[in-house]
């Protein structure tokens, strides 16, 4: 039965997407300090030119989801897939300002931020349920993958049957084990990539191509 | 009077009674007077969702920081001679324990195994 209802809801998301004629949304999810924003100003300064937006070490850098329109990329063999990227902050259960003021923002600071990343986690759940067609699932290659954010913003996407890439990032560093994420979703493919070198991300795109086009 | 923290077990039963808001709030209500969790069987994706996003929106400086909430892996149950046929084997959820995120640490978890150090204070 499972089958039926998995064609029907294909059915329906493309007939929504083609009647709304609406380009298809590429979520970037994953826990925060991944590297999300990282990879999408990869993925937008390769093929646009431009970036989504800043980063820095503090986690919940990004607390708004932020897109950018009308990304159209080529894989090798000619194939191309266009979407708009939308940029999501570092899905989480718990927010404490607390954690901000270790690295040196005042307490105003650090409570304005932590207001704004609980509004922008609340934020990419409800695009995630309502107005994303695919995810690439970012994850910092050094830490444990097994973290319960992680194996339930899966199952989740899971649920809504999105196809998913995961992205195995910061390879540059020397503690990063691709292999223990393909260990821990071996249900999904596993990309290690760099986006702050930009390493391997011709099979990133490659990948793209062929699972959101 | 009793010291200490409050364990709610809450049954499969009772869960199943409940739509996907009323189980929402119960677990939130329950988890920000500081007591903990445990429901009998998990709850679905769609929650799971759902309680992240209303977690989102009650959490305050100096006040509730959010929860901390652990499951067993997702085991997939027999869908039946049908189910097999198409490939439909539904995942089952698991037993979950989810408390307030600045009382409950998990110290250890396994496939068949939580361990879990709850503080009293808050």
């Known amino acids: 039965m499972a089958f039926f209802v998995n064609t029907r809801k294909k059915i329906s998301r493309f007939l929504k997407a083609f009647f709304r004629k609406r380009t298809s949304r590429l979520g970037i999810y994953g826990p925060p300090n991944a590297g999300k924003t990282t990879l999408a100003n990869r993925i937008v300064r390769d093929w646009v030119g431009d970036a989504v937006g800043p980063v820095s070490e503090i986690p919940h850098e990004t607390r708004r989801v932020r897109r950018k329109e009308n990304i159209t990329i080529t894989g090798q063999n000619g194939s191309s897939v266009t979407f708009d990227i939308v940029d999501t902050p570092g899905v989480t259960t718990k927010i404490d300002y607390n954690e901000f003021m270790e690295y040196g923002l005042e307490k105003e600071e650090a409570i304005k931020r932590a207001r704004e990343a609980t509004e922008g986690v609340a934020e990419a759940m409800h695009w995630l349920r309502e107005d994303i067609d695919g995810v690439i699932y970012v994850l910092d290659a050094t830490q444990d993958p097994f973290q319960q954010v992680n194996i339930m913003l899966v199952g989740i996407i899971e649920s809504r049957n999105l196809p998913v890439l995961i992205v195995a990032n910061k390879t540059d560093l020397p503690d990063a084990s691709p292999a223990r994420i393909k260990s821990a979703f071996p249900q999904h493919p596993v990309i290690p990539v760099s986006g702050l070198e930009g390493t391997n991300v011709e099979e990133l795109y490659e990948k793209m191509t062929e699972y959101f086009g | ?122």
């Open chain 2, 1 to 122: 009077m009793i010291q200490g923290v409050q364990i709610d077990l809450i049954s499969a039963e009772r869960l199943d009674k409940l739509t996907m808001m009323e189980k929402i709030h119960l677990i939130l209500d329950e988890v920000m007077e500081g007591n903990i969790v445990v429901l009998e069987k998990g709850l679905a994706p769609e929650e799971q969702s759902k309680l992240i996003e209303v977690t989102m929106r009650e959490i305050s400086p100096d006040g509730f920081a959010g929860i901390e909430m652990e499951t067993y892996p997702v085991k997939e149950a027999q869908g039946g001679f049908l189910g097999k046929l198409f490939g439909g084997r539904r995942p089952e959820t698991r037993l979950t324990v989810i408390g307030p995120a600045n009382q409950l640490k998990t110290l250890r978890k396994d496939k068949d195994l939580i361990s879990a150090w709850v503080s009293s204070s808050r």
